[in-house]
């Protein structure tokens, strides 16, 4: 079984920053795409950025230049650092990969259980 476990929420100052863990475990063969997804409350879940196990990214244009995403093929955790965070950045955030058991296996999406931000002064 596969698990993505979410860290780095929480209450931060307009202006201020945060950094989003999410580390995979259990049976994993391979792991391509790794992302961040939002979710605030009345809208739709959004994309916030993806990377690529070669470590090309994409992000949201409301993102670009302020969050950068990376990840640790080794540790199978993909990072989000949150600059300049505005008060239109409180969500909750999900974690995304699309990830291969075994070999055999075809590659299915899990998911985080999300992490709560919150800009507020």
């Known amino acids: 079984q596969v698990q993505l476990v979410e860290s780095g929420g929480g209450l931060v100052q307009p202006g201020g920053s945060l950094r989003l863990s999410c580390a995979a475990s259990?049976?994993?063969?391979?792991?391509?795409?790794m992302g961040w997804y939002r979710q605030a409350p009345g809208k739709q879940r959004e994309l916030v950025a993806v990377?690529?196990?070669?470590?090309?990214?994409n992000y949201a244009d409301s993102m670009k230049g302020r969050f950068t995403i990376s990840r640790d093929n080794n540790k199978n955790t993909v990072y989000l650092q949150m600059n300049s965070l505005k008060p239109e950045d409180t969500a909750v955030y999900y974690c995304n990969a699309k990830i291969k058991a075994t070999m055999l296996d075809p590659q299915y999406d899990y998911w985080g259980q999300g992490t709560q931000v919150t800009v507020s002064s």
């Open positions: 990377v690529l196990n070669g470590g090309s990214s």
């Open positions: 259990g049976s994993i063969f391979s792991i391509n795409a």
